[in-house]
């Protein structure tokens, strides 16, 4: 399983958190591939066991997917659209994560997703 973290340059905030939410959207968007899957991660998505997570992984291999994207918001969120494009929209936690933290936390749920679809025995 290949991982590459790319960031994308924050949106600076000018007053209005809607249009910061979108600038970024458009960007997240546009860096998308035919053939890939969106995961916006998001507090108001979906909550997942790292069991739950492995099997949307392994759902989007079977489906020929040629890349999972999962995007972090900034510090205010997703836009709308991102969340209306996404193929699933998952919550690390229902609190308010920083964007750094919810990074870390994501590239530990994918080491833990690997471990169980290729062969680890223990994923705890």
Do not use: C
Request: hydrophobic fraction near 40%.
């Amino acid at each position: 399983m290949k991982v590459e973290e790319r960031l994308l340059k924050p949106e600076p905030f000018r007053g209005d958190v809607k249009s910061v939410r979108a600038a970024e959207g458009e960007r997240i968007l546009h860096s998308l591939r035919s053939g890939d899957r969106l995961i916006a991660v998001d507090e108001r998505g979906e909550q997942l066991t790292t069991e739950g997570l492995s099997e949307w992984v392994e759902n989007a291999q079977r489906l020929s997917t040629r890349r999972l994207v999962f995007a972090v918001g900034g510090p205010y969120g997703h836009s709308e659209a991102v969340r209306q494009h996404s193929w699933r929209v998952m919550a690390l936690s229902r609190m308010v994560v920083n964007h750094e933290l919810a990074r870390v936390m994501l590239a530990e749920q994918l080491y833990r997703v690997h471990t169980l679809l290729w062969g680890g025995s223990y994923h705890h």
